[in-house]
């Protein structure tokens, strides 16, 4: 497997580690298995101005280095907690790795 996936449903655990089972097997390649654990990943949740805005707060950091961590502009990480824009794609991504698993995790 390449990732630890966190299952949506019962079926989908099930579905998941069968997968895991067969690929362990070499009855799935691991290009099938990758899709596995696509399916069976939850979505990344939407970052708002306020939860930002309190995740920068808990991790101590400004705007500016949060926008550095992130590698996007300080006017962006403003209009974010301004709520003016919201965060997508690769940024969400961070954010919700940064909630997750902490700030060592992308340094």
């Known amino acids: 497997m390449t990732t630890k996936a966190k299952p949506k449903s019962h079926i989908l655990d099930a579905v998941h580690e069968t997968a895991g089972d067969l690929h362990r097997l070499c009855f799935i390649d691991m290009r099938r298995m990758?899709?596995?654990?696509?399916?069976?990943?939850?979505?990344?949740p939407d970052y708002d101005?306020?939860?930002?805005?309190?995740?920068?707060?808990?991790?101590?950091?400004?705007?500016?280095?949060?926008?550095?961590?992130?590698?996007?502009?300080?006017?962006?990480?403003?209009?974010?907690?301004?709520?003016?824009?919201?965060?997508?794609?690769?940024?969400?991504?961070?954010?919700?790795?940064i909630e997750r698993k902490g700030l060592e995790a992308v340094l």
């Open 34 to 44: 990758q899709k596995y654990d696509l399916l069976c990943v939850s979505p990344v």
């Open 49 to 97: 101005a306020d939860r930002i805005k309190a995740l920068r707060e808990r991790l101590q950091l400004s705007q500016a280095v949060l926008a550095s961590i992130l590698n996007t502009s300080l006017s962006t990480v403003r209009k974010w907690e301004g709520g003016d824009k919201r965060p997508s794609g690769p940024s969400q991504k961070l954010l919700d790795i």
